[in-house]
């Protein structure tokens, strides 16, 4: 990181990803070109989780390399009097793995709703089983993480 005055610790990029509203997540399409897109995601330990569709171009990359970068930004606000933005991020990247085994789906499921509709827990079961079979959900392993801001 060139701003080292900026850099934060694991901790803090930590409750960044946990905070954020969303995500994005990048990974090189099957051309070896960037593909970026936002997600909604939710963190256990060490591992983000996400839901997609089962079929798009998000899955086929996943499926051709794991290695992604996420990016995770938390507040922000413009200081137009000093021509700067106050921001805190996180960038996390790591491998993505498809989970197959449904239990382990329902469990991941639960994380992204818990912290995304934490008010409407009351419909999950009913709605993990409708849609499970439908819906494919990623989880992406934590091997480094780097936290920033401007204060």
Not at 23 to 50: D, T
Not at 91 to 108: C, S
Not at 111 to 136: K, Q, V
Request: aromatic share 8%; glycine share 4%; charged share 35%.
């Amino acid at each position: 990181m060139r701003r080292k005055d900026r850099q934060r610790d694991e901790k803090f990029a930590l409750e960044i990803a946990d905070k954020c509203e969303w995500a994005v997540l990048s990974v090189v399409n099957p051309e070896g070109l960037p593909y970026s897109v936002p997600l909604s995601i939710a963190r256990n330990g060490n591992e983000l989780y996400f839901h997609a569709a089962k079929e798009g171009l998000k899955t086929e990359c996943l499926n051709r390399n794991p290695n992604v970068c996420v990016v995770c930004v938390g507040d922000t606000e413009r200081r137009a009097d000093k021509f700067t933005t106050k921001y805190e991020s996180a960038v996390i990247r790591g491998k993505a793995a498809q989970i197959t085994d449904d239990k382990a789906k329902i469990e991941a499921l639960g994380f992204i709703c818990r912290r995304h509709a934490e008010s409407n827990m009351a419909e999950f079961d009913d709605y993990a089983r409708r849609y499970l079979d439908r819906t494919a959900v990623w989880k992406i392993t934590i091997e480094e993480i780097t936290g920033k801001c401007n204060e």
